[in-house]
């Protein structure tokens, strides 16, 4: 959640704000599980506030710091726990931005944790500056949103390599 969420910006994907719109955000809990929060049209700048804060946090270059800043952002909510592994509970009445960015930080720290801190890396597609946290089993993950990104890097590839071929 906290990278899709890091993506929605329009610093990544070709100036595109994907949170332009209260039914953006509403859709954006939806496909994360977290429909049915209450959220309104004054959401919307703190949720964006959100994401530019988060993304440093996925770049950080110290684990410990990463460690810090994610557990400030899920001490700002108070009685969160993880239960399960990876899901997040969070006090009934916890306004939106304060909820999204407990479950990010628990998430951050759930991957570093778990599965190390070299899981949080830039999106290997020349046309795009997303970053993506790599919760696969393998953990080779190169792109942040494989079906666009990663697409279109296998894309333009692809042709650079049929237009090579084509001259030799
Ligand atoms: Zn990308």
């Known amino acids: ?17 994907k949170l332009d719109a209260l039914d953006a955000l509403t859709a954006f809990l939806g496909e994360h599980g977290l429909g049915g929060w209450a959220v309104g049209p004054d959401d919307l700048p703190p ?9 440093p946090l996925i770049e950080e270059p110290d684990p ?46 759930a991957v570093q944790l778990h599965l190390g801190p070299d899981r949080f890396r830039p999106c290997s597609s020349d046309t795009c500056s997303g970053v993506f946290i790599d919760t696969s089993r393998p ?25 090579a071929a084509g001259q030799g």
Do not use: F, K
């Open 139 to 163: 953990g080779r993950r190169r792109y942040c949103m494989p079906g666009l990104c990663g697409n279109r890097a296998n894309v333009a590839a692809h042709r650079a390599r049929r237009r």
């Open 1 to 17: 959640m906290a990278m899709d969420l890091v993506n929605t910006s329009p610093t990544v994907w070709r100036g595109v704000e």
């Open 64 to 109: 410990e710091r990463r460690v810090l800043v994610a557990g400030e952002l899920t001490a700002a909510v108070g009685g969160v726990t993880l239960a399960d592994g990876w899901a997040a509970t969070v006090p009934d009445g916890t306004p939106v931005t304060a909820m999204l960015g407990a479950v990010a930080g628990l998430g951050i720290l």
């Open 47 to 55: 949720v964006r506030a959100l994401r530019e804060r988060l993304r």
